[in-house]
């Protein structure tokens, strides 16, 4: 099955630095991949996501790209403020032909912007 | 749009009882709803995926009379945790797919945190 591994587990960055954190998945047929933000004792809150017909997505301040051949796929913050601290989470979706529409996580990021 | 509400936010039970968890979404008909649990600092683990008017389909390792799964409209699914345990306690969080071709967004609900006394 599908597995998708998240770099780094913690990142630690200075107000208006940017953020990047990484991910790799392992099945070549995933077709979707989302990143979620999850603030202490709340639920994850999609942030930005990308198909994989598209290279580069961007949204204000935040950025995903995708690189199919080599299978990964990377989430960039730009200008980063102290409410963008928070848990990061990459996922693949795995497809539809494998009978299992379900987004596999990886493990997820602690993202802390130091004012 | 696209909001997906749970209640009770926060359980507390007694080991033996059942506690029974509702996921809405409130402003889009899913096709599918999501069970996780998420145990702290750790990721999210999926439990079952479950679609409307059919029965839940349990991912590997879940017990599927302990953690029962009604999907009765498009709108709202219920997860029950029967006979609870102290090692139930988690943070559990369901999500929805908007119905309709095309749609591959997972929408989070705030989760429910369950305490098994």
């Known amino acids: 099955g599908e597995n998708v591994e998240q770099h780094p587990s913690t990142l630690s960055v200075q107000e208006g630095d940017s953020a990047v954190i990484k991910c790799t998945y392992s099945?070549?047929?995933?077709?979707?991949f989302p990143w979620y933000k999850q603030e202490l004792g709340k639920g994850p809150q999609l942030i930005i996501d990308i198909r994989s017909n598209v290279g580069e997505k961007k949204d204000q301040r935040i950025a995903v790209t995708l690189n199919k051949t080599a299978k990964h796929f990377s989430l960039h913050i730009t200008e980063t403020q102290p409410e963008d601290s928070a848990v990061y989470f990459c996922?693949?979706?795995?497809?539809?032909?494998?009978?299992?529409?379900?987004?596999?996580f990886g493990k997820g990021t602690k993202l802390t912007v130091n004012p | 749009g696209a909001v997906v509400s749970q209640h009770p936010s926060r359980v507390i039970c007694k080991s033996g009882t059942s506690v029974k968890i509702e996921c809405r979404s409130l402003?889009?008909?899913?096709?599918?709803m999501f069970w996780y649990r998420q145990f702290p600092k750790q990721s999210l683990m999926l439990m079952a995926t479950s679609n409307e008017g059919s029965k839940a389909t349990y991912e590997q390792g879940v017990e599927k009379d302990k953690f029962l799964i009604n999907h009765a409209s498009l709108t709202l699914s219920t997860l029950t945790v029967t006979s609870a345990h102290p090692e139930d306690s988690s943070f559990y969080i369901c999500?929805?797919?908007?119905?309709?071709?095309?749609?591959?967004?997972?929408?989070f609900g705030p989760g429910t945190r369950l305490t098994v006394t």
């Open positions: 996922a693949a979706r795995t497809p539809f032909r494998s009978g299992s529409e379900k987004l596999v």
């Open positions: 099945d070549s047929a995933s077709n979707y």
């Open positions: 402003d889009f008909q899913a096709t599918t």
């Open positions: 999500s929805a797919t908007p119905q309709g071709r095309g749609y591959y967004e997972q929408y």
